[in-house]
T-cell receptor, first 110, second 117 residues
Framework: KQEVTQIPAALSVPEGENLVLNCSFTDSAIYNLQWFRQDPGKGLTSLLLIQSSQREQTSGRLNASLDKSSGRSTLYIAASQPGDSATYLCAVEGNTPLVFGKGTRLSVIA | GAVVSQHPSRVICKSGTSVKIECRSLDFQATTMFWYRQFPKKSLMLMATSNEGSKATYEQGVEKDKFLINHASLTLSTLTVTSAHPEDSSFYIC?????????????FGPGTRLTVT
């Protein structure tokens, strides 16, 4: 059974810092891994999708990497801003439907 | 822990027919439920936000007359794909949100795979 873990559960950083969010999964037989952003009371917003054959994806200040063999992904946020404050979730798709981690709650302090 | 169910888990229908998908929060009340769809090899995309007792809020590009959402109670939301066409074939996932005071958690259903022939 696929399990997805996100560390840390919460993170608070000063504005301008670069930061890394971690996601690990137990079954490496995945099709893709997705990172999402969740603002309080809102639905998920898709950030990045990494196919199983890819090692990383970039969008603006965000960079996501995937090491399928070790069951790990990281989301790197450069030059963090207060507007980046949200909960970030990763999810993996494999032979089972999407499995989500519990998220990392990020606070960027101005 | 909080459990969200979806029914059916898989459905095949003919073009032109309508299909209803149910999303239930089994052990908690959810004032807000979300509907997402995922095309093969694509990211999960939010379709609409469903609030109990009020009209759903649809994301840009989602046809509200085609994807009818009814949030009849605090534990049930339904998505009806009307006059389905093959391009509607997709994986539909719902989630139910609980929480207060700025702290919310979202729990996801197992998804419904719709195939329109």
């Amino acid at each position: 059974k696929q399990e997805v873990t996100q560390i840390p559960a919460a993170l608070s950083v000063p504005e301008g810092e670069n930061l890394v969010l971690n996601c690990s999964f137990t079954d490496s037989a995945i099709y893709n891994l997705q990172w999402f952003r969740q603002d309080p009371g809102k639905g998920l917003t898709s950030l990045l999708l990494i196919q199983s054959s890819q090692r990383e994806q970039t969008s603006g200040r965000l960079n996501a990497s995937l090491d399928k063999s070790s069951g790990r992904s990281t989301l790197y946020i450069a030059a963090s801003q207060p507007g980046d404050s949200a909960t970030y979730l990763c999810a993996v798709e494999g032979n089972t439907p999407l499995v989500f981690g519990k998220g990392t709650r990020l606070s960027v302090i101005a | 822990g909080a459990v969200v169910s979806q029914h059916p888990s898989r459905v095949i229908c003919k073009s032109g027919t309508s299909v209803k998908i149910e999303c239930r929060s089994l052990d908690f009340q959810a004032t807000t439920m979300f509907w997402y769809r995922q095309f093969p090899k694509k990211s999960l995309m939010l379709m609409a936000t469903s609030n109990e007792g009020s009209k759903a809020t649809y994301e840009q590009g989602v046809e509200k007359d085609k994807f009818l959402i009814n949030h009849a109670s605090l534990t049930l939301s339904t998505l009806t794909v009307t006059s389905a066409h093959p391009e509607d074939s997709s994986f539909y996932i719902c989630s139910a949100m609980t929480g207060y005071g700025g702290f919310y958690e979202q729990y996801f259903g197992p998804g419904t795979r719709l195939t329109v022939t």
